[in-house]
């Protein structure tokens, strides 16, 4: 199969190029859009990532290409017009599962970091100042962390977790025994909200979960309490939570989403100007830190991520199922 690939990046290049056997790759550094989509002519299927915007406009222009297969490398599919691909025949597909600890032990990083201030500390150090002032953490052993979505990464982040020795309360619409068995406490979201000194995020951006964390969500919190957010941007209203921060009603923030980050992560834009204002001004408080939608970026992801995308594309020509059809 030919298969035009958007927004690669040189990691994307080195791990599908390793693990490729029989298709044609063509790689570009385009984001897909109703512009760009012009690339994808010739090709029997498209490989993109999550800010690629594949909507009824760009499935359109797709099916009149004869495109067949939109393949995704990544987990969530809220940027694609599932309806739109069902109508012009275009299957989709993607990559379910894939270190689930990549996304668990990136959110572990972020609390880490918030807590115990290793960025600044490594600053400081290499700069002759070995000062501890503005520097104290807490302990996480006893403390109570919330996990909201106990899917594959929110299972691997609830079982780090209980082992720091905190009390792990969850909130999903599908509880999991296993956690149940090792000791995971499931209740309302309120109470999530409520008692949690940590709050992480790991359920799929939805309909139902749009801004699950506004206004009303944050006053249910903890005064002080840290919120992570490693699985979509807009599960966040980011003005609320500026307010929050602004107010100290939160305590810290660890982000490796960003509800407008399309445009902005992933690129180097250190001799832009940044326009967005809201990031900006996030970007000023102390006690919040920002990734750049880095928690896939482990080799074992990159591998489980090339190797599952070049078999769902195997299966789509051979005429079988690869089982992560969308
Ligand atoms: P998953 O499908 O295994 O788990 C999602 C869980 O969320 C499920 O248990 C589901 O029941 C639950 N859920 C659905 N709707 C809910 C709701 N309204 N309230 C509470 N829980 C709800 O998915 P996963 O592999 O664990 O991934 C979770 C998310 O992480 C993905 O949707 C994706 O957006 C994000 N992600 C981020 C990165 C990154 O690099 N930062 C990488 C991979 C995935």
């Known amino acids: 199969m030919k298969i035009a690939f958007f927004s690669t990046k040189p990691y994307d290049k080195d791990f599908f190029e390793k693990h490729n056997h029989s298709h044609e790759l063509t790689f570009y550094e385009a984001s897909l859009n109703e512009n760009s989509v012009r690339l994808a002519e010739g090709s029997d299927a498209i490989c993109v990532f999550v800010n690629d915007k594949v909507?009824?406009?760009?499935?359109?222009?797709?099916?009149?290409?004869?495109?067949?297969?939109?393949?995704?490398?990544?987990?969530?599919?809220?940027?694609?017009?599932?309806?739109?691909?069902?109508?012009?025949?275009?299957?989709?597909?993607?990559?379910?599962?894939?270190?689930?600890?990549?996304?668990?032990?990136?959110?572990?990083?972020?609390?880490?970091?918030?807590?115990?201030?290793?960025?600044?500390?490594?600053?400081?150090v290499r700069e002759g100042n070995f000062s501890l002032e503005k520097l104290s953490g807490f302990d996480l052993f006893q403390k109570t962390v919330g996990v909201i979505g106990t899917g594959k990464i929110g299972e691997a982040f609830a079982h780090i977790m209980l082992g720091f020795g905190c009390k792990v309360l969850a909130f999903d619409i599908f509880p999991n025994q296993h956690l149940i068995d090792a000791g995971v406490q499931y209740t309302t979201i309120e109470d999530v909200l409520a008692q949690s000194d940590i709050i992480s995020l790991h359920c799929p951006l939805t309909d139902k979960t749009l801004h699950l964390i506004n206004d009303q969500a944050i006053a249910k919190m903890k005064n002080g309490a840290m919120l992570i957010n490693t699985s979509r941007g807009a599960l966040i209203d980011t003005q609320a939570v500026v307010e929050a921060l602004k107010s100290k009603k939160l305590g810290y923030l660890g982000l490796d989403v960003y509800e407008q980050e399309s445009n902005i992560f992933f690129n180097d834009l250190s001799e832009e100007i940044l326009v967005d204002d809201t990031l900006a001004r996030l970007m000023t408080f102390p006690n919040v830190l920002i990734t750049s939608h880095q928690g896939f970026l482990t080799e074992e992801a990159l591998t489980q991520i090339a190797v599952t995308t070049l078999n769902n594309i195997s299966a789509f020509e051979s005429g079988t199922k690869s089982g992560n059809e969308v």
């Not at 490398?73 to 270190?99: H, K, M, T, W």
């Open 55 to 124: 909507n009824a406009t760009v499935i359109e222009k797709l099916a009149g290409m004869n495109v067949r297969l939109i393949a995704l490398r990544c987990a969530g599919f809220n940027n694609v017009d599932l309806e739109a691909a069902r109508q012009a025949n275009i299957v989709v597909v993607r990559v379910p599962a894939y270190s689930p600890h990549a996304v668990a032990e990136h959110a572990v990083a972020l609390i880490l970091t918030l807590n115990r201030k290793t960025h600044k500390a490594y600053n400081r």
